[in-house]
């Protein structure tokens, strides 16, 4: 990319976090259509090794185990399923054994979800809001991917609240962090793939919608969680945000 095309993406304010909606959060899509969509967008982060620093942070939340007993793990937000079909495959490799469950606010997407999930995959999902969801069994692990970013201020303090006085072993965050870089080459990916436009549209709404660093802290204090429980580390433009018990 040039840098003139840099410095045209730079116009863009990154000091504070954008209002401006996602066209996957209002359009009204056919099946057939946000089965591709929610193909490419799993697709994309997949090049962008979005689930390794899930997986790797898993490996230490589950270490020392008790392997007769399965770890109990939430996908708030699941989409596609396609982080719980990788945890699933890490617990095949790996031999931890894990009951994983994907939740999702939209039916249609927990649909394709389960359409695309093979069932020896053993993967529950539900359509439900997180905080209407009641559990079963005692959640030992909570993740999300890639939908922090989606909420308000107000709705993130809630949920880590939430996170934290449900998950016993432990819970993570995978977010973007709002940043020209990621901003300019979500552009530059639309010019060279094939991706379906509303990835490469949503995905600079998503950067321009995500937290910094400093924001974080101050969400994360809100919250009332002390800041030396938890795990913050940078990940190619993306935070990994995490609390082991």
Known sequence: M?????????????????????WLDDAELKPQELSLVLRDLARFNGAMLGHWPVLSWLKRATRGVDRSHAVTVLDAGCGYG???????????????PLRLIGLDLSRETIRIAREATDPDDRIEYEAIDIFAYKPDAPVDIVVNSLLMHHLSDAMIVEFLRWMDARARRGWLIYDLQRHVVP???????????????????????????SLTRKEWEARIAEAGIPRSLIDLRWFMFRFVIGRLR
């Open 2 to 22: 040039s840098a003139m095309a840099v410095a045209t993406q730079a116009r863009r304010d990154f000091s504070r976090r954008s209002s401006e909606s996602e």
């Open 82 to 96: 396609d982080l719980l079909r990788a945890m699933r495959r890490w617990s095949r490799r790996t031999g931890v």
């Open 183 to 209: 901003y300019a080459f979500i552009g530059l990916m639309g010019k060279l793939t094939r991706l379906h436009p509303m990835v490469i549209h949503d995905g600079r709404i998503s950067v321009a919608r």
